[in-house]
């Protein structure tokens, strides 16, 4: 058979269901609220069709540009030869969802907030920032026990060939 570049090409497993997923949508699908400016991320559902993405924007994270009656405005970056252009699409919500992405950044700040409260009762300054898991360890001196501790220069040696 010829080679496809068809619209949904080579996208057999990408919009496939996982295994024992299939059947009809749960209702919670269709009663997300999105808000401007939502970080929402773009998951195509292959028993869509309707309003389903592109597959070159299945899997991106995208912000909530535009609200209308059955979809969702969403605003992707697409990196186009050397350049990152902003790309606005169209997507049934169906294809969306809630993005994680800042989650952990929004505990971080909220723990941080609570940190700094509680070390200002004190007096005490703390550092908030993030700190790399693998630190160096501390300096240490290295006693010598032995009282021959003079200095040793090496030498080379002469070359001498035994294979003539």
Request: charged share 30%; aromatic share 8%; glycine share 8%.
């Amino acid at each position: 058979m010829p080679h496809s570049y068809g619209y949904r090409a080579r996208t057999r497993d990408l919009f496939c269901k996982g295994f024992r997923k299939n059947g009809t949508l749960p209702t919670q699908r269709y009663l997300k609220t999105f808000k401007l400016g939502d970080l929402v991320d773009i998951k195509a559902d292959g028993a869509i069709q309707k309003g389903m993405p592109h597959k070159f924007y299945h899997g991106k994270t995208g912000v909530v540009w535009n609200i209308t009656k059955r979809a969702i405005g969403v605003e992707v970056n697409k990196q186009v030869g050397g350049r990152i252009m902003k790309k606005r699409i169209h997507v049934r919500m169906e294809h969306l969802k809630h993005s994680t992405c800042r989650t952990e950044f929004l505990e971080r700040v909220k723990k941080n907030d609570r940190v700094a409260k509680l070390a200002k009762k004190k007096g005490v300054k703390v550092n908030l920032k993030r700190q790399p898991a693998l630190q160096p360890k501390g300096g240490r001196l290295v006693a010598l026990k032995s009282q021959n501790n003079a200095v040793e220069t090496l030498y080379p040696e002469e070359y001498v060939n035994l294979f003539v």
